[in-house]
């Protein structure tokens, strides 16, 4: 157990954390839940970092790094379903899609066979930590704000969630794409893991 596996770990258990300070209805809890987010989201980046810096990739850490991700990116995106600021059926597409590779690398790794993510499903993941913590500013800019009398009109416009679910979206057709060239690009792998 190295350093960046241990990031990875702490990104799982900071998910439920990140989930119950946000279903607080507190602006400072939501500030905290944000904090949380933000600060598990560097540390996707900061484990990589320190695993090709450090020489210390191993097949746990290749395993667990996208199953860290896939939890926290699915609890938040859960949590804006919660209240209103992502629709079910575009969040539902995407925690399918990660978990169906999720359960291919399970199988893999019973098999003794690692999967490593794509350049490009890591550009995915980036692109849901980036959705995510734009909404939560935004979340956080009305909580704060509209109490103190600045009611920007942007924070009741019907344009704002429309944004929210064109960029969601985006995702959802970059989350299904990766998730197609994957299973193309695993075929010959797969059919084999699967006899």
């Given at each position: 157990?190295?350093?960046?596996?241990?990031l990875?770990i702490s990104?799982?258990f900071?998910?439920?954390?990140?989930?119950?300070?946000?279903?607080?209805?507190?602006p400072?809890?939501?500030?905290a839940?944000?904090?949380?987010?933000?600060?598990?989201?560097?540390?996707?980046?900061?484990d990589?970092y320190?695993?090709?810096r450090?020489?210390s990739?191993?097949?746990?850490?290749?395993f667990m790094?996208?199953?860290?991700?896939?939890?926290?990116?699915s609890?938040?995106?859960?949590?804006?379903?919660?209240?209103?600021?992502?629709?079910?059926?575009?969040?539902?597409?995407?925690?399918?899609?990660?978990f169906?590779?999720?359960?291919l690398?399970s199988?893999?790794?019973?098999?003794?066979?690692?999967?490593t993510?794509?350049?490009?499903a890591?550009?995915?993941?980036?692109?849901?930590?980036?959705v995510?913590?734009?909404?939560?500013v935004f979340?956080?800019?009305?909580?704060?704000?509209?109490?103190?009398g600045?009611n920007?009109?942007?924070?009741?416009?019907?344009?704002?969630?429309?944004?929210?679910d064109?960029i969601?979206?985006?995702?959802?057709?970059?989350?299904?794409?990766t998730g197609?060239?994957y299973?193309?690009?695993?075929?010959g792998?797969?059919?084999g893991?699967?006899?």
């Amino acid at each position: 157990m190295n350093l960046p596996n241990l990031l990875t770990i702490s990104r799982i258990f900071l998910s439920p954390v990140y989930m119950v300070l946000f279903l607080i209805e507190n602006p400072y809890s939501c500030l905290a839940a944000t904090i949380v987010f933000i600060i598990a989201a560097l540390t996707d980046l900061l484990d990589g970092y320190l695993a090709r810096r450090m020489g210390s990739m191993t097949g746990f850490g290749k395993f667990m790094d996208p199953l860290a991700d896939k939890i926290l990116v699915s609890t938040a995106f859960i949590s804006f379903v919660n209240i209103g600021y992502a629709q079910p059926w575009m969040v539902t597409t995407i925690i399918v899609r990660e978990f169906l590779i999720i359960g291919l690398r399970s199988i893999a790794a019973y098999k003794g066979m690692v999967i490593t993510s794509s350049y490009a499903a890591q550009i995915k993941t980036a692109s849901h930590m980036i959705v995510i913590i734009c909404i939560l500013v935004f979340i956080n800019l009305k909580t704060w704000l509209v109490p103190a009398g600045h009611n920007w009109a942007m924070f009741n416009s019907p344009m704002t969630n429309t944004v929210f679910d064109i960029i969601i979206l985006l995702s959802v057709i970059l989350s299904v794409a990766t998730g197609i060239d994957y299973l193309f690009k695993s075929s010959g792998m797969l059919k084999g893991l699967l006899k």
